[in-house]
């Protein structure tokens, strides 16, 4: 199976990462796949080493060990011409804090030299046309956040980095930003983003890997991960009366949970599925929200 | 790759002009020499002295703080690492900024050249020996810019440096001990040309000091650009 999801489109592709910061092992061989217009969350506590890899695989750092190629080029070897098919946004935004959202992109566009593109619809799209003349130090973070995305988006990339886009945002603007990285999606762009929402992670990606203290613990789709760990398979039952009970999940339950409906006595039945985070707490002992 | 260079004059005509702390940089000495040029006189001063005074104060302060500053804002900012990802090469970043600050500064030492009143070949020669001292002070800044981490580390620098460069000439002037140490400071050497622009000389001594000058900011600025700007490759 996994010989033949190589053959397939690599984007990214991740041999045996190392990566230290003088005696502190921050990447340990990290090994990772991720195909062509695919959504990959990276998701791990703070401080688990995920900027660190992007850092890394956008050729801002150099690893201390190991191989890593961007669409077949590795990082440090990249170009101008690679770096215009790539789309970043850091946790720390680089936006030009005294110059406005018009000006912030227009420079960008400038730098791309890339006439094509019209400003003021990306800032419809994104919502901050009404805001196009104020600086950047005058927005909001979920308005920074915004712009951030859209200068990463700018020129179309092919791959696209995102460095916890929603972190600290408001449910509205985590909803728009969801909306525009399935947007990315669906025009074929692969996205490889870190998070420590779970619900995220959930949400957007088809492949989430788990990173702890600087290493991969578990890696695969989100509901395929949480069913390989749903050792308990119970049943939760609330009765109309008030009862909870606990079925567990086997042949004799269906016979009872029969009785219960055909006595009309359910008010909620949900079965107990683990999510990212109790696995992420059975692996490590830790939770993702420091 | 003038386009990268060409959208870094942009942004900073868009950017600094808005930063108050760096305009006040660029005006505050070419205004101080027309408000002194006009209204103070005194008897047996020496000629052009707060022209040349001020002059050398804009040498020793415009161009090295506002390289430090805007430079290691980009660094504080992580806006540089933008500009690296759109390919922007190091000289080009460090060409676009040297073309906007020294211009900016050459047309405020105009202003201080004309309002000393200096004009024709006096005029130029004046202006040569500001853009020379502009460049090195640029340089010296754009080390320190390079070297740090952020603005407060940049003003801790370049506040002590300006000190040496804008100062030492005009303290040397009151006292002979401090002109002993005080000549082997480019801006002390410019300003003792400023002094007597009708023939400059260059003597063996201060042809010597200044290539000293020279070669030590040329070694400065190579290493804090290199290790300053080795982030990726
Ligand atoms: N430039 C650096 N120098 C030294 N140590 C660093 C540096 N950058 C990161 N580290 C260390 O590397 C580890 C991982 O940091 P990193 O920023 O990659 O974590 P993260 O997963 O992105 O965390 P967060 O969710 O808080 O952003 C931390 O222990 C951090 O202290
Ligand atoms: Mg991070």
Known sequence: MKGMVIKMNMVIEIKNLNHHFGDNKVLKDINLNITEGEIFGLLGPSGAGKTTLINILTGQLQASGGNCNIMGISPTDMTGEHYKQIGIMMDNFGLYERMSCYDNLKFYQMLDNNENINIELVLENINLLAAKKTPVMNLSKGMKNRLAFARAILRTPKVLFLDEPTSGLDPKTVEAIHEMILAEKKRGTTVFLTTHNMYEAEKLCDNIALLNKGKIV???????????????????????????ITLEHNKECGVQIQTYFSNDEIETIHSTEP??????MELTGRRFEA | ???????????????????KAILIQFIMFPLMTIIMEKSISLPDMPEHFFGN?????????????????????????????????CNVHAAEFLIGNAAYIISICMLGSLVIGCSTGYTGITLLKFLLVMLVGHICSFLLGAAIGTAVKNQMSATSITVPLMIVLAFLPMLSMFNETIKKFSKFVFSEQLFVFMNDLSEIC???????????????ILVIFLIAYQRGFKISK
């Not at chain 1, 999510?275 to 992420?280: G, S």
């Open chain 2, 1 to 19: 790759m003038t386009y990268h260079i060409k959208a870094i004059l942009w942004k900073q005509l868009k950017d600094t002009l808005k930063n």
């Open chain 2, 202 to 216: 260059i003597t063996f001594e201060s042809g010597i000091i200044m290539a000293c000058n020279a070669v030590l």
């Open chain 2, 53 to 85: 005074l001020f002059a050398v104060m804009y040498i020793g302060m415009a161009s090295l703080t506002s390289a430090a500053a805007i430079i290691s804002e980009e660094k504080e900012k992580n806006t540089l690492r933008v500009l690296q990802m």
């Open chain 1, 218 to 244: 578990e890696y695969g789709a989100p509901q395929d991960i949480c069913r390989r760990y749903n050792h308990q398979k119970k049943i939760n039952i609330h009765l109309k009366n008030g009862r909870d």
């Open chain 1, 275 to 280: 999510n990212l985070e109790t696995i992420f």
